[in-house]
């Protein structure tokens, strides 16, 4: 039974007969409630006042309750019962057999059976009294010039129609449960009566899978049902680091399933210097079909408790999942994982090589103050130089592979229903007007670093993180540790590895520095990126350095000894540190990292910056100054209190009623409507 039906078939015919008022004397009002104690009581509590104010009034039972009512005393079909009530009892069949009134859905299965064979035997019994044959009684009734009929009964209501009766609905809930229930069709219409299914799948690295992660943990947290895919290779990587037993999180739960699909990359091809161009090419060949497998086995599995995939969620880079989302017929939603500022400026890498600003002439723009040309004509974003655009603009190749990757991957963002950024509109509130004045639906859900989902898939990594490091951190003083880490991606020379770690020695401070496989080029093995460490640095700074291959960054980030940030300016690293609050030290070296620096220097004013040769006294110095130490504590001072507020901004905008909030429910909205 669709209960928006029976409300609004009731509350038409409702509307349709009341003005028809009922007569007195010699003409019979025939009550007709649903079956059971809870419609049958106050029904006939109503015959009772109708009678009383001098009705003829004939009271419908199933042959059931009839039953039962003989059994217990009251007469049958005559003009009074024991009580002396004055009301007239007629039973009609309800189809039920024996079996099903005993069968654990009986209520539905006796809802059923009544719609089904009541409205048959209910058209005949009218007929027999309006011809004068009466009912169950030694006398026949007066004619039935009007029916009143219980919700769950609107069959009543045609039947009366059909026969030219009028016809009343006594509604058995209270007035707002009655407006509620005549809400139910539009909040089917608005999605809210099917739960939604998102496919997301982000690019197979870290700074991707991770906010997608998170994005999804949030929407899990809304009763959206997720399938979150990752590639064989990251998923079986996933597995070997959680000891290969199918740890629960990679199980998945209810409502929340992990699949995996093949990226179609050689295993030799992986540790080539270009592997990332190579799995960018090999998931455009290999994983349309896979995904399209997927959405459609994941709905057909189990026992028919998976609704069917109604949108898929990609990150960056994947824009081929567009053409997934096509062929499935439902609605794309792009969660591009870079700040707002930074794809505003990946959206204009086009116009700027269309208008000439890059490829560079020669490698002397490199360093001839070229770079430092003055962007002004992006909407939303303040005068930026050239070369904070995007690392892109550095390019010297006409035909340069990465500036059309980055063109294409965020023009394509226009083909989706709706763009999902990781950022909060006090953040980035220009950029984020002027955006919206380009994308009809741009949702801002972030930080995603904010602690919101509490999820049990959170946080998967794909290297091993030292626990160790916390346990560090716990015997050093507060806000006395300086944490460095360039992200999964930065790589640099043994040279600018030595420079940086006697830029951290000369400091005398206390330092947590991630050094991952593949940090120094040439050096995949964490044993062999540390044995690139400088002479004497490892004895030198024993006393007051952890160094780890990986860890929980945003454990670290949130731990009382943690008081500045050494980092690539990544978008996830740059959050997270905002969300703990945590001011920076930015040296950036690829893509939207440029970017993100020059907001966190000269536009939140939460950090400092390198320059792009690193110099061990600059580091130092930069590193004195953050910290609080020499002649610049006051400016050190001023970036801790841009960071606490940064932070109490973010936490609002995540918190109930906050902008972030709000763009997560109307993200959930229209995934629900599948538009």
């Known amino acids: 039974m669709d209960a928006g039906d029976d409300v609004f078939g009731g509350g038409r015919q409702c509307q349709r007969r009341r003005r028809c008022p009922p007569r007195r004397g010699g003409l019979t009002r025939l009550l007709v409630p649903f079956p059971s104690s809870g419609f049958i009581n106050p029904m006939f509590h109503f015959a009772r006042l109708l009678h009383s104010a001098g009705f003829l009034v004939t009271f419908i039972n199933i042959e059931q309750n ?9 007469q049958d079909g005559g003009k009074r019962d024991g009580d002396g009530d004055g009301i007239r009892y007629e039973a ?88 509620c229930g005549l809400a ?8 809210y009566g099917r739960r ?79 592997s990332t161009v190579r799995l960018y090419l090999s998931l455009r060949r290999s994983c349309g079909a896979p995904l399209v497998e997927v959405a459609r086995r994941v709905a057909s599995d189990g026992d028919g408790g998976v609704p069917p995939v109604t949108c898929v969620v990609l990150s960056g880079l994947v824009s081929f999942a567009l053409d997934v989302a096509e062929e499935l017929g439902v609605p794309a939603f792009v969660l591009w994982g870079t700040s707002a500022c930074g794809f505003a400026c990946t959206l204009r890498l086009r116009q700027l090589r269309q208008r000439g600003y890059t490829p560079l002439k020669d490698e002397s723009y490199l360093t001839n103050g070229y770079l430092d040309t003055p962007i002004d004509w992006i909407a939303g974003v303040p005068t930026v130089r050239l070369g904070d655009v995007s690392s892109f603009v550095r390019t010297l190749d006409p035909t340069s592979f990465a500036l059309r990757v980055e063109e294409d991957e965020a023009n394509s963002c226009a083909r989706a229903q709706g763009l999902i950024l990781n950022t909060f509109d006090d953040l980035e509130s220009d950029v984020l007007d002027a ?99 400088p002479d004497g640095f490892v004895a030198e700074t024993k006393a007051r350095c952890f160094i780890a291959e990986w860890c929980a960054q945003e454990e670290v980030l949130r731990h009382r000894a943690v008081g500045g940030f050494l980092t690539h300016s990544g978008w996830n690293s740059t959050t997270e540190s905002i969300c ?75 918190a109930k009623g906050g902008s972030s909030y709000r763009g997560l429910d109307e993200l959930v909205e229209q995934l629900r409507l599948g538009q």
């Not at 009294?129 to 009734?141: E, M, V, Y």
């Not at 139910?184 to 999605?191: A, D, F, K, N």
């Not at 939604?196 to 009763?223: D, Q, V, Y």
Request: hydrophobic fraction near 40%; include cysteine.
């Open 196 to 274: 939604a299914h998102a496919m997301l799948f982000p690019f197979p690295c870290s700074g991707h899978i991770n906010p997608t992660l998170k994005l999804a943990e949030l929407l899990h947290s809304r009763r959206v049902h997720v399938t979150f895919v990752n590639t064989e290779h990251n998923h079986e990587r996933l597995l070997r680091r959680r000891g290969g037993d199918g740890d629960g999180a990679l199980r998945g739960r209810e409502g929340f399933r992990f699949e995996a699909v093949p990226d179609g990359l050689r295993d030799e091809e992986r540790a080539a210097p270009d």
């Open 435 to 533: 955006l919206r004045d380009e994308f009809p639906r741009v949702y801002t859900v972030g930080p995603l670093a904010a602690d919101r989902a509490n999820g049990q898939a959170a946080g998967l990594s794909l290297w091993d993180e030292d626990t160790a490091c916390m346990t560090w951190l716990d015997a050093q003083p507060a806000g006395s540790v300086l944490y460095v880490s360039f992200g999964s991606l930065t790589v640099m020379s043994p040279d600018v590895l030595a420079e940086l770690a006697w830029g951290l020695a000369e400091t005398r401070r206390p330092f947590l520095w991630v050094i991952r496989p593949g940090l120094v080029a040439g050096g995949g093995d964490h044993h062999v990126v540390t044995n690139a460490l």
């Open 66 to 74: 009839h039953a039962l009512m003989l059994s217990r005393g009251r």
């Open 184 to 191: 139910v069709r539009e909040l089917r219409r608005r999605g």
């Open 580 to 654: 703990a609050g945590v001011p920076m030290i930015c040296w950036p070296g690829f893509a939207d990292q440029y970017i993100n620096s020059r907001y966190v220097r000269d536009e939140w004013g939460i950090g400092l910056r390198l320059d792009e040769e690193l110099r061990r006294e600059q580091v130092a110095a930069h590193v004195e100054e953050l910290m609080g130490g020499g002649g610049g504590g006051d400016r050190g001072k001023e970036m801790r209190r841009n960071a606490a507020r940064w932070k109490a901004l973010a936490e609002a905008a995540t």
């Open 92 to 179: 009609i069949p309800d189809g039920l057999s024996p079996s099903e009134r005993g069968a654990q859905d009986y209520g539905f299965g006796l809802l059923h059976a009544v719609r089904a064979h009541c409205p048959g035997h209910l058209r005949e019994l009218i007929a027999r009294i309006n011809t004068g044959r009466g009912g169950a009684g030694d006398s026949p009734s007066p004619p039935v010039t009007c029916v009143v009929a219980s919700e769950l009964m609107s069959f009543a209501l045609d039947v009366a129609a059909e026969l030219g009766v009028a016809a009343y609905m006594l509604w058995g809930t209270s007035a707002c449960g009655l407006s």
